[in-house]
């Protein structure tokens, strides 16, 4: 290399410097041949033109000579910048952390920077001339072939790469762009190869999946957050925030269309016991499946909210009226009411309701929910598992029932109390076998008052447990003397409140008017509501035993109205039922009831129940009643409702008219 350098750097000098010695030797030549032919005014001689060429050749030849010269080292320039710039785009290209390559038409590498050994441990110059196929193998090939392919078409292609070569999985975002023929641009095959560039994406995709799964856990976070803030984290229903947004709605769309709307304020009986004794896990669990018994038990409009510990809300909307609301409300009682199975074991939890309508109750959503709330503790007072309206005059008439509860007070200190009784007849023999013990008020001002007008207000005053002992000892007294005046046989009925079962002393109260009558306890009929029996828990079981075990017989009155189950009824030892008397009213003109009392009674019979109806009033219902397999009954056709003194006479007569 340096003897050519040496060489292609002296020659031009020596051709120049033999064709100037050339010019000199042909200038000699010339000069004096020039001098003779000017002398001697002969023709011009042949070797004056000959050596004036050669001269003239050698000028030619130097000034060749200098002029290529020039060229020579405006190329070696050129060609020297060209390398550097060659140099520096190498550096530029190897220190680029991406892979540059440059591929052919037959898809072989011609150009690859050096990050092809850095990511990959590829020899970026052993990869000169091999395809792409070669270089990374035809499994990873595969997935790309189709972009090379449409690259060398002339379209500018971008794919996304993922590759495990080189030890570490990564993604790479690959750009190729068509390297043409500039005689041929548009002719077909006029691509001559194309570049490749591939940017490492692989912390770019990891961010964008880690920003992603944020933003889904954000929305995630946003909804959880907006569902607590709005529903109940246990039951998974609407809280009294939400619940208290959609009745506003209710009402007013009520309130502007002139519909009727109703809130049902729900309250779990025996809910706290359960939980206190059974346990928190219990009690949640409990309070999942009460939860889910309310969304099943109403309609898909209506609206269900968990607003408490143990109280919910139901929203009615576009009710036909009160009467409608009575209807879910007993249909709730009735559901809520049933057995619960929470971890194998049988729990039992009714609910008291209260209900405020729209717009009868008023329109101020907080005022409804108040109203509805007194309501509900009025049901609980009446027994539970039950419901109750709210009525406008409550508060009205608050002045004059607190004057009532207490004229009731003094009314008791005073004697005002008494019974009257009922003969009850076997309508098969016609003879009278006991009667049932009813109380009543002489109230000073009003005159007798039924039970219906105060026991109400007994039991929110507190006066119905005292007042029920009171009726247990004064029955018990009153069919003692009759037995004992020869009236045989004579029980007597007495009917006990939920409230008295509620209360626990029932069983003592029962042992203690026997005991201080001396009445045998077959004599003594306990009547209880049929509703009260529908949940019977422990506590409740055991108190009933207690009454049995001292004699006393057990009855359930308003018999098919309260939907108790009838095992519970056999295998608490009841012994009657008594048919309402609303029922009997109807017989036998209305055939529904008709069909109704006679399924009743078979039903009872089937069971081995004594079957009594009360509130016979004709022959056509005695009759009937006989026909259908009832034996005792009571009413204005037998005899009516008399003090001791009135019924004493009818009943030593021993047969009714």
């Known amino acids: 290399m340096p003897r050519y350098r040496f060489v292609s750097a002296f020659a031009p000098l020596i051709i120049a410097l033999g064709a100037l010695l050339l010019f000199v030797a042909a200038a000699t030549e010339i000069v004096p041949a020039l001098r003779a032919w000017l002398g001697a005014g002969a023709p011009l001689p042949r070797e004056l033109m000959l050596h004036t060429l050669i001269a003239s050749a050698a000028l030619l030849l130097v000034a060749a000579v200098l002029m290529m010269r020039r060229s020579g080292r405006r190329t070696e320039a050129a060609e020297e910048a060209l390398r550097e710039s060659e140099a520096r785009m190498r550096l530029v290209a190897n220190s680029v952390p991406a892979l540059i390559s440059y591929v052919d038409r037959e898809q072989r590498y011609r150009f690859s920077n050096r990050t092809y050994d850095d990511w990959f441990g590829i020899a970026h110059e052993s990869m000169h001339g091999r395809t792409v196929a070669e270089v990374f193998g035809d499994e990873a090939y595969a997935p790309m072939r189709g972009n090379f392919e449409r690259v060398l078409t002339g379209e500018e292609v971008q794919f996304e790469f993922t590759t495990a070569e080189g030890g570490r999985r990564r993604t790479l975002q690959v750009a190729c762009v068509p390297h043409f023929d500039p005689q041929r641009e548009k002719e077909a095959g006029a691509v001559l190869g194309f570049y490749m560039l591939a940017s490492d994406v692989t912390a770019l995709k990891r961010a964008q999946e880690d920003l992603r799964f944020a933003a889904l856990q954000l929305q995630h976070d946003a909804r959880r957050l907006e569902f607590l803030a709005h529903h109940d984290t246990l039951t998974g229903l609407p809280n009294r925030a939400m619940f208290a947004e959609r009745a506003r709605e209710a009402v007013a769309h009520a309130r502007r269309h002139e519909k009727t709307a109703a809130l049902l304020f729900l309250d779990l009986d025996n809910f706290k016991l359960i939980n206190d004794s059974q346990g928190h896990e219990v009690g949640d669990t409990l309070l999942k499946q009460i939860a889910a018994r309310l969304r099943a038990a109403v309609r898909g409009d209506d609206f269900v909210a968990r607003i408490g510990g143990d109280e919910f809300c139901v929203l009615l909307q576009d009710i036909a009226g009160p009467r409608e609301a009575a209807a879910v409300a007993q249909k709730l009682v009735h559901e809520l009411g049933r057995p619960y199975n929470v971890a194998g074991a049988e729990l039992v939890s009714g609910a008291s309701i209260g209900i405020a309508c729209v717009p009868h109750d008023g329109e101020e959503v907080d005022t409804l929910l108040r109203l509805a709330d007194t309501a509900m503790y009025r049901a ?9 309206f709210f009525s406008a005059l409550l508060n009205q008439d608050a002045a004059e029932a607190a004057a009532l509860a207490d004229e009731l007070r003094a009314g008791i200190g005073r004697g005002e109390l008494f019974l009257v009784y009922q003969p009850r007849v076997d309508i098969a023999t016609r003879r009278l076998v006991g009667a049932e013990a009813l109380l009543r008020w002489r109230h000073p001002r009003r005159g007798v008052l039924t039970p219906e007008a105060f026991l109400p207000l007994a039991d929110e005053s507190g006066l119905l447990v005292p007042i029920g002992a009171w009726v247990l000892r004064e029955a018990c007294a009153q ?17 006990i409140t939920a409230r008295q079962l509620r209360h626990g002393a029932l069983p003592e109260q029962v042992r ?34 207690a009454v049995r075990a001292s004699g006393a017989r057990l009855g359930v009155d308003d018999f098919g109205t309260g939907y108790a189950s009838l095992p519970m009824l056999q295998r608490l030892g009841i012994g009657a039922v008594c048919i309402d008397r609303r029922l009997v009213a109807g017989v036998p003109a209305d055939g529904e009831r008709a069909g109704l009392a006679r399924a009743l009674i ?16 004709n022959q056509a219902q005695r009759e009937f009643l006989a026909d259908a397999g009832c034996r005792v009954c009571q009413g204005e056709l037998f005899a009516p409702a008399g003090t001791a003194a009135e019924v004493e006479p009818v009943l030593r007569a021993r047969l009714a008219a």
Do not use: M, T
């Open 479 to 495: 069919a003692r003397r009759w037995l004992d005046a020869g009236i045989r046989p004579c029980h007597v009925a007495i009917n």
């Open 380 to 388: 609980k007072q009446r027994g539970r598992n039950g419901y109750e």
């Open 512 to 545: 203690s008017a026997l005991e201080a009558s001396g009445l045998p306890g077959e004599s003594l009929l306990i009547e209880l509501p049929e509703s009260a029996l529908r949940q019977v828990p422990e506590p409740l079981r055991q108190a009933l035993a």
């Open 602 to 617: 078979a039903l009872a019979r089937g069971l081995d129940f004594e079957v009594v109806a009360k509130g016979v009033e």
